[in-house]
């Protein structure tokens, strides 16, 4: 039922682990911006939309279901 | 002059809007909750539109000038809220068919006391997050044309309490829905053209960014608020007479409406004991908060999120549109939208640190977007491109205000006093004169304690009354009680000894200003431990039934 939830909290606690512990992102670059930053500014906004559509397709199916 | 073009259309078109609500508006449940007639498209426009505040619109670009990177994990909160309304609260809350949280919590657990305490939790988030929007209205209106701080603040306050009292909800669901697709090209058509506009060699500095320590150019610094400046060596400095004047290492402390300018090659003081922008660690995507990023991150990751799902004013939003599947869909979209529009912000941030770094000086980074336009153009392009984004921001301001004004008038007429839609109106007034009142001395507050402080409240109090009401059936009248009484108390009492207590040591001082990682789980912990001594009420089965119970979809042939 909550799995995307979790999900997302999961990926979301996990970029910040990431970033305190693999500082190197800061110095790899893509396109000239720092990859960390781009991980942060851009990269959550495609994944959340991503776990909205799934969650609200997951509870409308068992809705039906039920 | 850049204020009446850019703030008037602005006020007209809302006023306007909530005008031609009126004629279709008769009753209290007219007023709050637009009759339930919204479509989830609208009204996920509508639920951008009011969220989008002023935090978003201009702070998000100054905690970056300020803080850092790390400061972009905010948009990353907001959003990933409405995740998690659309998993926990959205469709149950509008099928439990109450118009307000406290009708929840009466309707649910059957307790007058409850619908009280909710009320007065209602006020305290409203309040606590309407007072920044006051305060960066004034600091925007203040730097683009030089008034002093409090027109700002009773020009925005009178603008918002008219329209509502005019209007109602039912205005707030249009003029919010158009002011989303305002505030959006507002923000995304000059970051554009600063974009292409700045030249190769401030895009380079952009994301490479170094420390602010000397002034590129020769650059004027005005004070709105009463600033200490540390040098760290001999600085020259010209007052407004054009007086130079070598000032040694040590403090200077610089009054309100002060002029001063900085030569070029002059080394840049430290401001209030802040990090000077671009100092080691600027550029770490984590909120370093006295050297414990990781918590100091995951703090305000956890009280945006939950906070969000608690935030009063957005959830009455749900109960606009026609069923709980709707109200799961308007989430849903809400998170699209959100998406798209947070992507910018951090361009504002970071051009902003190479271009107007002096407005840490002041304590004025959340003007870095309406400033940025200027350094670029001083021609007919620059002023335009300020007027434009200044009248984002004060779209952003008068949306966000709408909805919370609305939320506290109706706590306080509906949930406290019981009063018809006269009542509501009155109230209207006196709620934005009040916080007219609150805002005038909150100048030299940080616009994110303000921010973080509503949403912890938040976080604190309505996410575990919520979640558990709608998925717990033992939850007790007495456990929701003390739950959250327990959020409201020690969220707002861990805040105010950050703000005005000694200085604490380490992660104890992460613990106490950002206080949602203990006062969250908390709160659910009492809320579960009180019920359990507890018989839930009788109707506690039929009620959760009514809230899980998808709405009749018509049967599909061969399901």
């Known amino acids: 039922m909550l799995l995307p939830l979790a999900g997302l909290l999961g990926f979301l606690c996990g970029v910040a682990v990431l970033f305190r512990f693999v500082p190197a992102l800061d110095h790899l670059r893509l396109l000239g911006i720092p990859l960390s930053w781009l991980m942060l500014g851009a990269l959550p906004f495609p994944v959340m939309v991503g776990f909205a559509l799934w969650q609200l397709r997951r509870a409308e199916r068992l809705e039906d279901e039920a | 002059m850049i204020v009446a073009f850019a703030v008037l259309p602005v006020v007209l078109i809302t006023l306007l809007i909530g005008v031609r609500g009126v004629a279709a508006m008769r009753t209290t449940s007219d007023f709050l909750v637009a009759s339930r007639r919204i479509s989830p498209v609208l009204n996920s426009a509508a639920v951008s539109g009011e969220y989008l505040s002023a935090a978003s619109f201009l702070g998000v670009a100054g905690m970056v000038v300020k803080d850092g990177i790390g ?72 730097a683009v044309s030089g008034t002093p701080y409090w027109v700002g603040v009773v020009i925005a306050g009178a603008a918002v309490s008219v329209t509502l009292a005019l209007g109602g909800m039912r205005a707030a669901t249009y003029v919010q829905a158009f002011q989303f697709v305002l505030k959006l090209v507002l923000l995304v058509v000059p ?34 608020l009463d600033v200490t400046l540390t040098m760290r060596e001999p600085t020259p400095i010209r007052d407004a007479d054009g007086v130079s004047q070598v000032y040694p290492p040590g403090e200077l402390p610089v009054g309100t409406g002060t002029r ?26 984590l909120l370093d908060v006295d050297g414990y990023p990781l918590l ?53 941030g970071t051009l902003g640190k190479v271009l107007v770094p002096q407005l840490y000086l002041t304590g004025a980074t959340d003007t870095a977007v309406v400033a940025l336009p200027s350094q670029v153009d001083t021609g007919g392009a620059g002023t335009t491109f300020t007027a434009l984004l200044t009248a984002g921001a004060f779209a952003a301001f008068l949306a966000t205000s709408l909805g919370l004004l609305l939320v506290i008038s109706g706590a306080t007429a509906h949930d406290l006093m019981s009063g018809g839609l006269r009542t509501l109106r009155t109230t209207v007034l006196v709620t934005a004169a009040v916080v007219v009142l609150l805002a005038l001395p909150a100048a030299p507050l940080d616009a994110d304690v303000l921010v973080t402080w509503a949403f912890t409240v938040a976080a604190a109090t309505f996410c575990p009354l919520l979640v558990l009401g709608i998925w717990w059936p033992r939850l007790t009248a007495v456990g929701a009680i003390a739950g959250v009484l327990t959020g409201l108390v020690t969220v707002s009492a861990s805040i105010l000894l950050a703000l005005f207590g000694p200085p604490l040591p380490g992660w104890l001082a992460v613990l106490v200003a950002r206080p949602a990682p203990w006062a969250v789980p908390l709160a659910f912990a009492v809320m579960i431990a009180v019920s359990s001594r507890g018989r839930p009420p009788s109707w506690a089965r039929a009620a959760m039934l009514r809230l899980h119970l998808g709405e009749r979809v018509p049967a599909q042939p061969g399901s």
């Open chain 2, 296 to 348: 100091g991150t995951l703090s305000v990751v956890i009280a945006t999120v939950l906070g969000t799902m608690g935030l009063p004013h957005v959830i009455m939003r749900f109960h606009t549109t026609p069923d709980g599947r709707s109200a799961r869909r308007t989430a849903a979209f809400t998170v699209c939208l959100l998406s798209v529009f947070y992507l910018v912000p951090g361009i504002y």
């Open chain 2, 71 to 142: 400061a972009l994990w905010y948009p990353v909160g907001f959003t990933a809220g409405y995740v998690a309304m659309l998993a926990l609260v959205a469709a149950p809350m509008r099928r439990s068919g109450a118009l307000t949280v406290p009708d929840f919590a009466e309707a649910r657990l059957g307790s007058s006391a409850l619908r009280r305490l909710t009320a007065i939790a209602v006020l305290v988030i409203g309040v606590v997050y309407l007072v920044p929007q006051f305060r960066t209205a004034g600091l925007v209106l203040s």
């Open chain 2, 191 to 224: 970051a554009i053209w600063l974009l292409a506009t700045v030249g190769a060699g401030v895009r380079h500095e952009a994301v490479h960014p170094v420390e602010f320590t000397h002034f590129a150019h020769d650059t004027p610094v005005t004070f709105e």
């Open chain 2, 260 to 285: 001063l300018v900085f030569p070029a090659g002059a080394p840049v003081p430290e401001a209030n004991g802040g990090r000077l922008p671009g100092a080691p660690g600027w550029e770490r995507p």
